[in-house]
């Protein structure tokens, strides 16, 4: 880390953050950063350093300081995922900058374009109540935002390792289902490991977004073909779908025929590729996934990289 690097920081913090003009320098300074951890030349010091330079801007008080610090200590967790969905800023000025600066990056407006993807995924499931599976629901505001007045009787499952993640879900989904006088889908959360997660009856639809990034590639695949083998063969139609950057699957068995639907091409601005998130202070990044020849393993699987 050289004077001339923490001194663009430093440059950056005290006008309050990054104005636009100053986006492509920054993420090219996160860039190199980025790199110098991978190739393990960013020392305890220097991220001390790092640190100490970022002041606040580097706390929960921010997005990006709450990606990196991980309270709860793992990346993607229900809170800094839902503050992404909210658009969530900083409540003082002198470090909103740095939090606008978070939302217009490829990667959150990627996590919030699929769940507008779910919900157009379970509206094309019609109006007969269906079952479905959310796999790693996290805050589950996709399920929130889905909900409302005229939708479906389906029943969902949202299943999640954290418990703190399933409490935090549970009460926003409540506060939904009330100002719906109760007029909402059957939902039914479980505190669960999706690798183990083993069910009684099969689903319509399972849904899984931003957990295939946490696999290896061994676990990866033997995920999905566990949950393949979960999906309803009632309705005939088996479609796969699985969009690779931003780790999202789903897997659908709904309509007439046999056959593996491969998904549109150029329909969806989404999913980008992930960047420009801080390193963590362990170092640890979300895995960019090239995984193509695995997809291929599985036989007739749809796959997309949009
Ligand atoms: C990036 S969040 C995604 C949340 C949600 N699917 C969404 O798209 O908004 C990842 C979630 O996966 C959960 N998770 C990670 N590994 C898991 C596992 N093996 N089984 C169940 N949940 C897991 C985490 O607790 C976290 O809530």
Redo the contacts with the bound molecule.
């Keep these: 880390m050289t004077k001339t690097d923490l001194d663009f920081i430093r440059h950056l913090v005290a006008k309050g953050g990054p104005d636009v003009e100053d986006y492509p320098d920054f993420e090219a300074w996160v860039s190199r950063l980025k790199q110098g951890t991978d190739a393990g030349l960013v020392s305890e010091t220097d991220k001390r350093q790092i640190e100490q330079v970022f002041g606040d801007a580097l706390t929960c008080e921010t997005m990006q300081g709450f990606a990196y610090r991980k309270p709860h200590g793992?990346p993607?967790?229900?809170e800094i995922?839902d503050r992404i969905?909210t658009h969530w800023k900083s409540p003082r000025e002198d470090l909103r900058k740095w939090d606008d600066y978070f939302h217009q990056q490829v990667a959150p407006e990627a996590?919030r374009n699929?769940?507008n993807v779910?919900c157009r995924c379970i509206d094309d499931l019609g109006q007969v109540p269906k079952r479905i599976l959310?796999?790693?629901?996290?805050?589950?505001?996709?399920v929130y935002d889905w909900m409302g007045p005229e939708k479906p009787r389906h029943h969902i499952t949202c299943?999640?390792?954290?418990p703190k993640?399933v409490q935090y879900a549970k009460e926003l989904v409540r506060e939904k289902h009330q100002s719906l006088n109760g007029n909402s889908p059957d939902i039914t959360f479980i505190v669960?490991?999706?690798?183990r997660?083993r069910a009684a009856q099969k689903y319509d639809l399972i849904w899984?977004?931003?957990?295939f990034d946490?696999f290896s590639d061994r676990v990866f695949v033997a995920m999905l073909k566990k949950f393949r083998s979960m999906i309803n063969p009632g309705g005939g139609n088996y479609g796969w779908k699985f969009w690779k950057q931003q780790s999202i699957a789903s897997v659908h068995g709904i309509g007439g025929g046999m056959g593996f639907r491969a998904p549109n091409r150029g329909t969806a601005s989404w999913p980008r590729p992930f960047g420009g998130c801080l390193p963590g202070p362990r170092g640890d990044h979300q895995r960019r996934i090239r995984r193509k020849p695995l997809l291929a393993d599985l036989g007739g699987i749809g796959w997309s990289c949009i």
């Design positions: 793992y993607g967790d229900f995922i969905y996590v699929r769940k779910f959310n796999l790693a629901s996290g805050p589950a505001r996709d299943l999640d390792m954290d993640s669960g490991n999706a690798v997660y899984s977004g931003g957990l946490y």
